[in-house]
């Protein structure tokens, strides 16, 4: 997996996750907490999200073939969006459900060990923090300088650390809900603190999941270069004396970490084919140059005619004009 793809946030996530989910399960069949059994599922979802993301960066790995020519990058965010899809109904939907169950059908804490749900949490909350802290060093490294929290995980291209960044950020707080109400229950011996807890954990799993799907599903869909990529880009191909009018331009990303670019430039009209090839070589050289991410460029020679080629009303395109 690519330096994008927070390979080592993935595996921490997974380590931690596999751990707490067996402790909390154990939690659960001695003490009778609901929280617990929501937790431990939440846990279990969480451990096979990481194996997905895993999954999908090796696959997205495979070379282009006929079936795909511009490869297979696009399995990160499939990944990415069946993740979101088992957070919202295997953690969220399954959490609400037995939350609601201990409410109209209120269960006791087991009165021997009452104390181990409490000890289970905590050393939970101290391993999630681990797996939090990984994610967040492992998304420092490839976050924008001055770029907040939520803007990174709304604009990154790469689905994995955004993922593992929400999911561990939704288990600590999960947890705090868990350790509230199992800890309301034992001091006041009511147990509907503990659904409520149980509750609290289910629609904040919803929450994250519904972002999670926002985000991923626009990547699917098809993303274009962020606005200082593509301004990047236009540098680069106004760096030169070769274009005398950038006529229009269009960006998509292919995956996490390739960027296609397709531009019509207007050369002038006494150059020779070998001169507009010699041209367009350097500015796709300048362009890579400029955003590394951009492997596939496609550059289409012509001639600027105002009456064929009118300045569109929007942003989709960028135009400079020629001095």
Known sequence: MSASGGGKAIIAAFLANMGI?????????????????????????????????LLGGRKSRREADRAHPFGYGR???????VVSIILFSLGGLFA???????????????????????????????????????????????REKGQSWVSFVRRSKAPELPVVLLEDTGALAGLSFALLGVGLTVIT????????????????????????????????????????????????????????????IKTLYLGPDELMVAAKIALTADKSVREAADDIDEIEARIREAVPAARVIY????????????????DAFVFKSSD
């Open 21 to 53: 989910a067996l402790a909390k399960l154990v939690a659960w069949l001695l003490s009778g907490s609901a929280s617990m059994l929501a937790e431990a599922v939440h846990s279990i979802a969480d451990s096979g999200n990481q194996l997905l993301l």
């Open 75 to 81: 399995e990160r965010y499939v990944s990415a969006f």
């Open 96 to 142: 609400i459900y037995e939350g609601i169950d201990k409410l109209t059908h209120p269960h006791e804490l087991d009165p021997v060990w009452w104390w181990l749900p409490i000890v289970v949490l905590v050393i939970a909350i101290g391993l999630e923090s681990f797996s939090l802290r990984t994610a967040i060093k492992e998304s420092n490294l490839v």
């Open 189 to 248: 011996g009511n147990s509907v603190f503990d659904a409520i807890g149980t509750l609290m954990i289910g629609v904040l799993l919803v929450l994250i999941a519904i972002v999670l799907g926002i985000e991923t599903k626009s990547l699917l869909v098809g993303e274009g270069a962020t606005t200082a990529d593509l301004d990047r880009i236009v540098d680069a191909i106004a760096a030169g004396d070769e274009v005398e009018k950038l006529i229009h």
């Open 299 to 314: 550059i289409e020679p012509d001639v600027y005619r105002p009456a064929l080629d009118p300045e569109p009303p929007t």
